[in-house]
């Protein structure tokens, strides 16, 4: 079975120092999140979105057929400082509770190729990540944001699906990853959509930190994907699970910090 094909199964075989390494690591990129996250509520300003409904509504006028029309009306708003302080906030508490009451679960699972504790918060996390996004580019109707949510939320669990699939397999299926891969598309595409229906308006000019957040968290979301592909793989490095585990906490310290302080120095700074 070559190295190419096979499933990166093999139990872990590591000393106790490195998974207390893993557990230092996590404490500290804790504290960095939660840092940021406080930082952003207290520098922040009030700047909020409206989140919006489109539903039908049934009109007759005095003298005439009854037709539907859609009513758009304002539904909530979202206060855009504390909202992205949350998505640091959630990596904070999951890196907390990894390093404490959930450790020896963490140990386990890592010496059998798996983190499902890392799933679960970025289909959290990075979905409303997605969401937030989305606003910036102009889609506030409550519908779609939700979709853009569970979509980016089904990737992230089809890489758990992904992970725990090939407990059992001698050659890495890759359907939960192609599958992922779709689900994780589909965001994008609309964002892409609206980004650029508002850049053809004769009356709205995006604002350059909008390009800049799009371009780069693509750019992130996508290395997420490449990291667990060199790790199937098996390629270099990645041969070593646990290397793989520690690019994906560094990247997410990175993505969620980007995403965070281009939008405070875009959008948030107090006047």
Known sequence: MSAQASAPDA????????????????LIMGV??????IAMIVLSTDFT???TTLYLRAVQPEEGQLFLE?????AFDVPFGPAVALFLLISAVAHFLIATVGYDRYVKGLKNNINQARWYEYALSSSLMIVLIGMLVGIYDLSTLILLFGLNAMMNLFGLMMELHNQTTKKTDWTAY??????GLIPWIVIILYLVGAAQSVDTEVPGFVYAIIASIFVFFNIFALNMF??????GPWKEYLFGERSYIVLSLVAKSALAWQIWFGQLQPA
Do not use: M, W
């Open 11 to 26: 139990p872990v075989d590591a000393p106790d120092s490195v998974f207390e390494g893993l557990k230092r690591f996590n």
């Open 32 to 37: 960095f999140h939660l840092v940021q996250g």
């Open 49 to 51: 979105f409206t989140v």
């Open 70 to 74: 859609q009513n758009l009306q304002d």
């Open 178 to 183: 192609i599958y992922g891969c779709i689900a």
């Open 230 to 235: 060199l790790q199937y793989k098996r390629i």
